[in-house]
Structure formats: C-alpha cells, structure tokens
C-alpha cells in the first residue's frame, strides 16, 4: 500500500511517514508479531530468540518510556507484557536502542523510519519476524482520530486508499467525527468535500459540484488520483447526486471539465432553440438548433453520450450555477461564464441561438438593439410632434422582451436597464402631449397648476432625461435611439418652460398678498408651523435641490423605513399630494433662501438668515419657540460621530425648531459632482442621512426642502450676453427670455430679464446653474416626513405613521405620474408576454375588469386600496400551488435548514401572489410580493424578506425564486418549483 501504478500511470502516494503510533496501535502490531512467530513455530520452525519489535513509524513516543499492554495469545486468554519503546531515527540509534539493558522488560519497541534495506540482515534478524513491522493505515488513523472502533467494511481492498486520504487531510484540516466509531459512509463524506473543494464534512451537492470546475488546480489535482480513489469517488457522488455528476464526469474524461458549465449553458440554450413546438418558435432556426445540438455532443462526449433528461438537468443546474454568481456579486466570474459559452455557441456555427437567449450578454444586446429601433420608429424622422400613444406598442413589447431577459437590472447592468425604463417612460409621457399642446390633458389653466405639474410631471421628465443622457451603452442602435429622444425631450420641455414661466410671470407680477400660493417667504408658515402644532419640526435646507433630485431623495427616505411622507389635504377633502412653493426672482440662494428662513421678503447671507429664522420662530404668530439654525461647516465631527454632540441634542428636544443648510447640492453645479452619474441618495448628500436619523429617534417630523433648483449644463448651453449673473440680467428680454417684475424681483430695482430656457447663460461655463425661471429652477420642491412607529405582527415587523391632522400620508400611487410604471392605457402592448412587470408598484396585483370590456379607465392612479387577487386555481384537488408546495416533505426539509425563515403559510401566499400574475416566470415588484406574503413594507426589509424565502425555495441553488431588475422584482420560475417540490416530494 505504500505506493501503486496505475495503466494510466497515476500513483497512489504513500502515506506521510506513517505518523505517530498510539499504545493502542503499539499493542495491536506487537500482538501480530507474535503470534506470526507462533504460527511460524508451529510450523516446525526453530523458535527465534528475537523480543524486540522494529515499527516504521514517526521516532517519537510522546507516552512514558515503559508501559503494560495486554496481548491475547492463541488460547483465548489474555497476558500482560512490559514493553519499552525508544525511537531511532539512523542505523546508529538503533544500534544504540537494541544494546541498552532491557532485562526489566519484555519487549522492546523501536520506532523507525528507516526502510528493511537501510539494516541489513544482522539487524534485522534482533528483530520479531526479521522485518519493519508496517501499522495498518486504519490502526494508525484511528489513533489519530481517538475513536474507539473502525468499521469493519472500511478493511476492504478496494477502499485501502481511503485510509491514506483521510490522514493527507487532517494533515492540513482540522475535523472531528459526532461518534466514537469511524463509518464508512462518515469516512466517504469527508473524502468526497476534500477531494471537491469543500471543508472536511462539509455537504457536497451540485452546485458545489460545478464551483469546484472553476478551480483548474483541484480539477487537475483529481485527474492525478490512483484510480481506486477516483472511481471509488465519482460512485459515490453520482449515487448521491444523480445526473449532474454523471454528465459532469464524462465530460472530465473527455477534457472538458473547466468548460463544464459554460458547455451546460450552451446544451441548455441550443437545446431550448431547438424545440419546434415553442409559441414563437421559428421552424428552420429549431432545426439548426438540432443540428448544432447534435454537433456538440459530438464534441464534447464522443460515443459516450448522456441521456437527453441526464443534459437537460445538466443544463439547469449550469444556469442555476450562472445566476448564483450573478446574484453573489461575482461580476467577473459570471462575465467570463458568459462570454466562453457564446465563445462554443460561435464555434457551433450557433450565433442565432446566443442572440436570442434570455441569459446570455448576445440575447440582452439583440434586445436592446430592437428596443432602440421601436423608440427610433416611435419617434418618426421629421422630429415634428410627438409620438401618438398606439406608436407605443411595439416599444412597450420591445421593452417587456428586455425585462423577461434574466441579465437585465443585474449589478453590472443597473445604467443600462434604468436608461431602457426611462426611455420608455419619456415616450410615453410624449405620446399623451401634442404639437400645440405639449402636455396634453393635463395642461394646466392657472400658475398654481404649472407648479405642481412641475411636481408630479416635469420633475420626472427631468429624473428620465437625466437617466438616458448619462447612459454610456455599446449597442449603437439604443445610445442613437437615446440620443434621438433626449434632444426630442429638450425640444419639448422648452416648450412647456415656455408656457409655464408665461403662466407663473403673469402671476409674479400681479398677484394679492393675501393670494395662497406656496412660495419661498411662507413655506415655513403654511408648511412647517403646522406641524409644530404637535412637535416642533427639523426643517432642512438643501441649496438648490430641484424636483428631479428631490423625488430621488424622497423614495430613499421612504424606502429606509423609519420616515414615511405626508402631504397636506385639500380643503374639503381627504386627498393629499406632494407639492411645490415658488422660488424668488432672481432664483438665488441670497434671494429665496435669505426669504424662506426669515418668513418674508428678504436678500442676505447666513447672518441675516439665522438672525431672522430665530425671530420668526420666536415671534407670537410662530408660537414664541426657540429656534436653532445650522449650516454645514457647524456638522463637521471628528471620526466615529454622525452629529456634533450640540446639534444631537438641540435634535433631542423636540420644543426646539432645529433648521439646517446644507450645500451638497449646490456646490455640485459649479464643481462638479464626484461620479458621472445621475442618481441621487441619501448618503450622497453631507450629513442628510444622519439628521434624519436623529430626527426619526427623537419622533420630530422633517420638512426637507430648497431654497431653489437648477439646471444642467450638458454642452448645450451658449453665452448669448455677459450678464451680472449667469441666469439673470438687466435690460431688453430676447428669444428665451422674460422680463420679470413686482414685488418678488429682488434685483434689478424690481425688474430682470431672466431666460426660461436652460440653454441660455449670460457668464463663463460651469456644471449647472440656477437664477433663472425655468421650472427646474423656479420650483420648490417640498417633502415631508413623519417617523414610523414600529408595531410588532405575529411574523415579523412592519411601521405605520400617524399622519397629523390635516395631513394624509403619501404613497407611490399619490406622488408617481401614472405614465411612470404602467404602459398608456390605450397600447394594448402591456400584454406583451406573460411576464407582468409593475414597476414601484405598491399595490396588489389585479384584473382590471374595465380593461377587459373595453371601458376608458382614469389616468390617474387611485390611493385606495385595491382588492386581493382571487386565489390562484389549484393544479390538483382544491389545494393552491402555495399549499402543494408547502405540503412537501422536500419543502419541509428544507425550511427546517433555514434558519430564521418566513412561515411556511407567507411562503405560501407569496408563491399563490406570483401564480396568479401568469405565464412560466411570473414577476412582481418587491414591495407588492412581500405584501401578499405579509411580509414587511420598507423596500430594504422586503427585500430581505424575500431572500429568505428564496433560500427555502432555492434547494441546491437552483432558481426557482429570483430577485431582479437590481433587487426591484421578484421572479419565479414555476417549472423549477413544481420539478423541485411537487415531484414525488408530497409529504
């Protein structure tokens, strides 16, 4: 057993030095010694006068010098022997061990590495049996283990290199056995977890199976085991896990083993490609599909081919492999999976197929190449109006044809899915607008209305162009489409800046003091003194956030959980809304902050501001509070401190108004902003993320709002006149531009020119600008929070906000432009597959009934509550697919491993929620999934939620539940539920 040759010509290594011997392994090789010299006696052989004992072994003994051991004799009785063990690790210590004086002992044991050759027969005949005694390898290892008994099946021939691995192992591996007896099937486990890139003991199921083929070292490392060993191995993992293994180790034996699942992906995707019976299947592209599928198994296995059932789950297990390194951050490893499977689709003479995958990067790019030809289309080429709402179809088709790709909103590809939703929804809010009419139904009549269009339509607009124009793709035919449409969207937002700064100038200049139009000089009035009725607010000031930021800003907060907005309700009603105040003329921060924080007409800097919002707080109208204001070099802590210690406790007591400034924003326009990007959060804007904090805490609500916006300059902006400011000046108006007057002007001696057009600036180049009276810059946006109040629930937690009277708390149905998730009503394309896709969707999914008979429906979504889905029909008996599954003992089992995990019945409803949608891979929202389970309501706490889930459903990794679109939605593949569960898995 030392060592062994193969026909291959792989050896068995020999064992390391045979380690240290136990008094147990001593007795048992001494006791075989002799009763080898009684046989041999027997025999008629003359008595050998030899009592010491040579053991190849480790020359270390860490017992005591002399010990007793009992040895059985050939009688059935026991007796008792003194035995001295020495060790000798050179012919000259052995020579020196054998001459000592021993009379007080029977036997003396010399423990040597030393080969029978290195002695010589005069030594080697001092010695019982006139040899080195070898330990058996499981004596040794059971010394090692300090277990008390092996199994005997272990002693079997064909398994003696298991001895050997297992000792290689704990060489480098600590592990320990739950019994005193070493079993085979404990002995096999931890081979087969060593041998597969696994800790000791630790399971090995497919999945792991495939990771270990993405170590070239541990797939060569196998390939030069003794063949007992490998055979011995691959039995024992294909009895266990089935088809996956089979396939896997023909394809080792063919040389394909680090390709193993890339050539998974790629029997999988031509395997799909060549079904003739699929609804959109193209009969001559299936039948190049076979001929390619036959070619690759040619090629990769020869004559010794799987069966087809044997490939197909194969190939499952190859995509459950991708999505896994897709859905751990493994960017790298998943682009490298892919590139090599398109890589052997090519060579197959297969490019069809990868460009009409839903996994692979081929298949996104085609889509989105046609997704970028249907908006071109939409568009027309005379750029002249808009396009009409039934234009969209196909666009909408295009898009849901992206959606169902499984790639789309992944980590790496978030830029690009955003740029396609935001594309779409742009076309959609220029479908419902005309040539003369830009914004159609929803023209306004009056400057109070233009304001809030800005709030619930614009601002949005803005949000999208601002996603499409910071798109960087390679897929010519999408970035042109993008190019097309963000020009086209310029074009038509001047035109709706046109009339509204016609609408709010009018206004501007001849409006009653007593008019109630939210504006700069009594926001604080109208917004913040109501709330301080029941605690005194945290107001915050962010110099020069616009809408498109601020409604980024506020889905962030509400999303976080421990804030949730509210709007003030309208007379009469019980309808709130999300609103906007009007900034000064010029839109400047010395103009309309100076006048927000003084509650009047006002220019200055921060000494009059914080003088006059201290005043106005303290004054009898505003409740003679005290009142606080801070700007952003008074936050500045050392390391480890979210606030400066009196900020926090100016905070924590809630009679103190606290205001704070904060400059993020408007330091971005003329420095730029750190990354290329156009998303912005909590955390990117100072210290916003820990005031709310702090506010949540102390349960003050929070007024987050500007003192004016901004626009970009994104090369397109020309210096027409220099001017005192780059947004203002004195003088006669010209194209783009009006003259404002009254009141508000507070330059100018009561009269500007100000341009409404974003293109025109009047000083040197810069990032953005502000001053002038587009919407961006003339419209406040206004947010308010209250604090969530967690209320515990039988499974988990969820928060509710006591709204403050005259005060409804608002959700995505109240702030969201309709256009914004769901396709016109009138483009029947939103039946564009069976993958249903509500994007920020937060209510439940239902059948509209209207839709269905053809009835109009309004464009604008309501805030109640709608009904629940009806139950999903059962597949047998009256159970639920949820019910079925959750009836499983496959089920069972696997929720018993996880640990922490969701009720068994929201698991249930969950899967009932997504059968009901329809189609193979149903999808829903986040927030509206983890709903029908009952599970939390904050996006960051569904998410979770739903991962959970994912892990009792995901049974060896495969995807049978998958969150997408960046964790937006969740998908569910109901074909790899019912293989997993309801296939001999009932209970």
């Given at each position: 057993?030392?060592?062994?040759?193969?026909?291959?010509?792989?050896?068995?290594?020999?064992?390391?030095?045979?380690?240290?011997?136990?008094?147990?392994?001593?007795?048992?090789?001494?006791?075989?010694?002799?009763?080898?010299?009684?046989?041999?006696?027997?025999?008629?052989?003359?008595?050998?006068?030899?009592?010491?004992?040579?053991?190849?072994?480790?020359?270390?003994?860490?017992?005591?010098?002399?010990?007793?051991?009992?040895?059985?004799?050939?009688?059935?009785?026991?007796?008792?022997?003194?035995?001295?063990?020495?060790?000798?690790?050179?012919?000259?210590?052995?020579?020196?061990?054998?001459?000592?004086?021993?009379?007080?002992?029977?036997?003396?044991?010399?423990?040597?590495?030393?080969?029978?050759?290195?002695?010589?027969?005069?030594?080697?005949?001092?010695?019982?049996?006139?040899?080195?005694?070898?330990?058996?390898?499981?004596?040794?290892?059971?010394?090692?283990?300090?277990?008390?008994?092996?199994?005997?099946?272990?002693?079997?021939?064909?398994?003696?290199?298991?001895?050997?691995?297992?000792?290689?192992?704990?060489?480098?591996?600590?592990?320990?056995?739950?019994?005193?007896?070493?079993?085979?099937?404990?002995?096999?486990?931890?081979?087969?977890?060593?041998?597969?890139?696994?800790?000791?003991?630790?399971?090995?199921?497919?999945?792991?199976?495939?990771?270990?083929?993405?170590?070239?070292?541990?797939?060569?490392?196998?390939?030069?085991?003794?063949?007992?060993?490998?055979?011995?191995?691959?039995?024992?993992?294909?009895?266990?896990?089935?088809?996956?293994?089979?396939?896997?180790?023909?394809?080792?034996?063919?040389?394909?083993?680090?390709?193993?699942?890339?050539?998974?992906?790629?029997?999988?995707?031509?395997?799909?490609?060549?079904?003739?019976?699929?609804?959109?299947?193209?009969?001559?592209?299936?039948?190049?599909?076979?001929?390619?599928?036959?070619?690759?198994?040619?090629?990769?296995?020869?004559?010794?081919?799987?069966?087809?059932?044997?490939?197909?789950?194969?190939?499952?297990?190859?995509?459950?492999?991708?999505?896994?390194?897709?859905?751990?951050?493994?960017?790298?490893?998943?682009?490298?999976?892919?590139?090599?499977?398109?890589?052997?689709?090519?060579?197959?003479?297969?490019?069809?197929?990868?460009?009409?995958?839903?996994?692979?990067?081929?298949?996104?790019?085609?889509?989105?190449?046609?997704?970028?030809?249907?908006?071109?289309?939409?568009?027309?080429?005379?750029?002249?109006?808009?396009?009409?709402?039934?234009?969209?179809?196909?666009?909408?088709?295009?898009?849901?044809?992206?959606?169902?790709?499984?790639?789309?909103?992944?980590?790496?590809?978030?830029?690009?899915?955003?740029?396609?939703?935001?594309?779409?929804?742009?076309?959609?809010?220029?479908?419902?607008?005309?040539?003369?009419?830009?914004?159609?139904?929803?023209?306004?009549?009056?400057?109070?209305?233009?304001?809030?269009?800005?709030?619930?339509?614009?601002?949005?607009?803005?949000?999208?162009?601002?996603?499409?124009?910071?798109?960087?793709?390679?897929?010519?035919?999408?970035?042109?489409?993008?190019?097309?449409?963000?020009?086209?969207?310029?074009?038509?937002?001047?035109?709706?800046?046109?009339?509204?700064?016609?609408?709010?100038?009018?206004?501007?200049?001849?409006?009653?003091?007593?008019?109630?139009?939210?504006?700069?000089?009594?926001?604080?009035?109208?917004?913040?003194?109501?709330?301080?009725?029941?605690?005194?607010?945290?107001?915050?000031?962010?110099?020069?956030?616009?809408?498109?930021?601020?409604?980024?800003?506020?889905?962030?907060?509400?999303?976080?959980?421990?804030?949730?907005?509210?709007?003030?309700?309208?007379?009469?009603?019980?309808?709130?809304?999300?609103?906007?105040?009007?900034?000064?003329?010029?839109?400047?921060?010395?103009c309309s902050r100076a006048s927000l924080l003084t509650g009047e007409l006002a220019t200055g800097k921060q000494d009059r501001e914080r003088s006059g919002f201290t005043a106005l707080w303290k004054s009898t109208a505003f409740g003679q509070r005290r009142a606080v204001l801070y700007y952003q070099r008074d936050l500045e802590v050392g390391a480890g401190l979210h606030l400066p210690a009196r900020v926090q406790e100016d905070i924590d007591d809630t009679e103190t108004v606290v205001g704070v400034v904060l400059n993020t924003i408007d330091d971005a326009l003329s420095r730029g902003r750190e990354a290329d990007q156009a998303t912005w959060s909590t955390k990117q804007v100072g210290k916003l993320g820990s005031l709310l904090d702090a506010a949540a805490r102390a349960g003050r609500p929070v007024v987050l709002t500007s003192d004016h916006g901004h626009v970009w300059d994104r090369g397109q902006a020309t210096k027409t006149v220099s001017g005192e400011s780059a947004r203002y000046r004195v003088g006669e108006p010209g194209d783009g531009e009006i003259l404002a007057s009254g009141d508000r002007v507070l330059f100018g001696d009561g009269t500007l020119v100000v341009p409404y057009r974003e293109d025109i600036r009047y000083t040197d180049r810069k990032d953005g600008y502000h001053g002038g009276f587009s919407a961006a810059e003339m419209v406040i946006p206004v947010l308010v929070f209250v604090p969530v109040e967690a209320a515990r629930r039988g499974s988990g937690e969820s928060g509710h906000a006591t709204a403050p009277q005259g005060w409804q708390r608002l959700g995505p149905a109240e702030v969201e432009p309709v256009w914004w998730s769901q396709p016109l009503e009138s483009t029947p394309a939103a039946d564009s597959g069976p993958h249903t896709r509500c994007d920020d969707f937060t209510g439940s999914v239902t059948r509209d009934p209207r839709k269905e008979k053809g009835a109009n429906t309004p464009k604008r979504r309501q805030g109640k509550k709608q009904a629940q889905p009806e139950q999903t029909p059962a597949l047998f008996g009256d159970q639920t697919l949820g019910a079925q599954v959750i009836d499983t003992s496959v089920f069972k089992a696997s929720l018993s491993r996880v640990g922490r995990a969701p009720a068994a019945e929201e698991i249930a409803a969950l899967v009932d929620a997504l059968a009901a949608v329809g189609g193979g891979n149903p999808r829903l929202p986040v927030g509206a999934a983890s709903r029908a389970a009952n599970g939390p309501q904050s996006h960051p706490r569904a998410v979770r939620f739903l991962k959970m889930v994912g892990k009792v459903l995901n049974v060896e990794a495969y995807p049978v539940l998958t969150l997408t679109d960046g964790d937006r939605s969740v998908e569910l593949n109901t074909a790899l539920l019912q293989q997993q569960f309801l296939r001999g898995g009932r209970a």
């Open positions: 057993m030392n060592s062994a040759t193969t026909r291959e010509g792989a050896s068995r290594p020999t064992a390391p030095a045979l380690g240290r011997v136990s008094a147990e392994s001593l007795a048992g090789a001494l006791e075989r010694a002799l009763d080898a010299e009684a046989r041999r006696v027997a025999k008629g052989h003359p008595r050998s006068g030899a009592t010491a004992l040579a053991l190849s072994a480790a020359p270390h003994w860490d017992g005591p010098d002399t010990l007793t051991v009992q040895i059985e004799t050939g009688q059935g009785t026991n007796e008792r022997r003194t035995v001295r063990v020495v060790g000798a690790d050179s012919v000259l210590t052995l020579v020196h061990a054998l001459s000592g004086n021993h009379e007080d002992v029977d036997h003396v044991v010399v423990l040597t590495p030393l080969d029978p050759a290195d002695l010589g027969e005069a030594l080697l005949g001092r010695f019982l049996g006139e040899e080195v005694v070898r330990l058996d390898d499981w004596e040794l290892l059971r010394g090692e283990l300090k277990v008390t008994r092996i199994d005997p099946r272990l002693y079997s021939g064909r398994l003696s290199w298991l001895a050997d691995t297992l000792r290689e192992v704990r060489a480098t591996h600590q592990f320990k056995l739950g019994t005193g007896v070493l079993k085979l099937e404990q002995a096999l486990s931890i081979a087969v977890s060593a041998r597969f890139g696994r800790k000791p003991g630790e399971q090995v199921d497919s999945a792991a199976l495939l990771d270990w083929t993405r170590n070239p070292a541990s797939v060569s490392a196998f390939t030069r085991l003794h063949e007992d060993e490998r055979e011995d191995l691959r039995r024992e993992v294909e009895e266990n896990l089935g088809a996956v293994p089979r396939v896997l180790f023909k394809l080792l034996d063919r040389g394909h083993a680090l390709d193993a699942v890339p050539i998974g992906l790629t029997l999988s995707e031509l395997d799909e490609a060549a079904q003739e019976d699929r609804p959109d299947g193209d009969r001559d592209a299936a039948r190049a599909a076979q001929h390619a599928l036959i070619r690759a198994q040619e090629r990769y296995f020869g004559a010794n081919q799987p069966q087809a059932g044997e490939l197909r789950e194969f190939g499952n297990a190859c995509t459950a492999s991708l999505v896994r390194l897709l859905d751990g951050a493994e960017e790298d490893h998943a682009d490298e999976t892919v590139r090599r499977t398109e890589e052997l689709l090519f060579q197959l003479d297969a490019a069809p197929v990868a460009q009409a995958s839903r996994l692979l990067d081929a298949g996104l790019h085609t889509r989105l190449a046609e997704l970028g030809r249907q908006i071109t289309l939409a568009l027309g080429e005379d750029g002249r109006g808009g396009p009409l709402p039934q234009d969209l179809r196909e666009v909408e088709r295009a898009l849901g044809l992206l959606r169902d790709h499984r790639r789309h909103g992944s980590r790496d590809k978030q830029e690009q899915a955003s740029a396609a939703t935001n594309a779409v929804r742009l076309l959609r809010r220029l479908a419902l607008g005309s040539s003369d009419r830009p914004l159609g139904a929803t023209t306004p009549a009056t400057a109070r209305g233009w304001i809030q269009v800005h709030v619930q339509e614009t601002g949005w607009v803005d949000r999208a162009a601002s996603a499409i124009w910071h798109h960087h793709g390679d897929v010519p035919a999408f970035v042109q489409a993008l190019s097309t449409l963000y020009t086209r969207v310029r074009a038509w937002r001047a035109r709706v800046d046109a009339a509204f700064a016609t609408a709010v100038n009018r206004w501007n200049s001849g409006h009653a003091p007593t008019d109630t139009q939210l504006r700069a000089e009594n926001l604080l009035s109208r917004v913040a003194l109501p709330l301080a009725q029941d605690q005194a607010p945290l107001v915050i000031v962010l110099d020069g956030m616009s809408v498109e930021v601020a409604v980024q800003l506020a889905e962030d907060v509400n999303g976080g959980g421990r804030l949730a907005e509210v709007g003030r309700t309208a007379k009469g009603t019980q309808t709130g809304a999300r609103e906007g105040a009007l900034a000064t003329v010029p839109s400047i921060t010395n």
